[in-house]
């Protein structure tokens, strides 16, 4: 797997927020917990703080619901 820094990293963290986030508002059967729970773990494991987690899961609410909160 290649290395991911710089804005790439960047795009890779706020993607998989804004999944994480869509993911958990789908309602029903289609809901697809187990990608939920992987994209979670990866997204931690790629977060360095709360801070920072704190800001992707803000740009991801921003992104799936068009309002900042």
Known sequence: M???TGRDLHLVKKALAIAVLAIERQPGPFQSVSDQNDMKA???ALIENDAELAHYAHAARIAVT????
Not at 66 to 69: M, R
């Open 42 to 44: 990866l997204l931690d």
């Open 2 to 4: 290649p290395e991911i």
């Open 66 to 69: 068009g309002a900042p909160d």
